[in-house]
């Protein structure tokens, strides 16, 4: 089973920055693919970037693209999304998650979720 730990959420206002932080432990291993997910209130959650196990491959929801970052610590199930120009629509509760492939990564039924955390951009 997989432990995912998530951080750094917060009240912000509109137009700031939060870096958030998640541990994956458990059945994972240092090359797992890692990826940001986030459900806002009465929505479906959706996946907001991915990377794969040594940081060279990364994707981003056309959402976020351009002003948030994700990346990891190298051999580490560690996770990290640097979100900047934030806006009151990407206030939702952010998940990680990890896959044993990058491909799995938008495949996965994940079974594990962790208790996420919460960002909410005030305008």
């Known amino acids: 089973q997989v432990q995912l730990v998530a951080s750094g959420g917060r009240l912000v206002q509109a137009g700031g920055s939060l870096r958030l932080s998640c541990v994956a432990s458990g059945r994972t291993f240092a090359m797992d693919a890692m990826a940001w997910f986030r459900q806002a209130p009465g929505k479906e959650r959706e996946r907001v970037a991915t990377?794969?196990?040594?940081?060279?491959?990364?994707s981003y929801a056309e959402s976020v693209e351009g002003r948030f970052t994700i990346s990891r610590d190298y051999g580490k199930t560690t996770v990290y999304l640097q979100m900047n120009s934030l806006k009151p629509e990407d206030t939702a509760v952010y998940y990680c998650?990890?896959?044993?492939?990058?491909?799995?990564?938008?495949?996965?039924?994940?079974?594990?979720w962790g208790q996420g955390t919460q960002v909410t951009v005030s305008s």
């Open positions: 998650n990890v896959a044993p492939t990058y491909a799995a990564l938008f495949s996965t039924n994940f079974k594990s």
């Open positions: 990377i794969n196990w040594n940081g060279d491959t990364t």
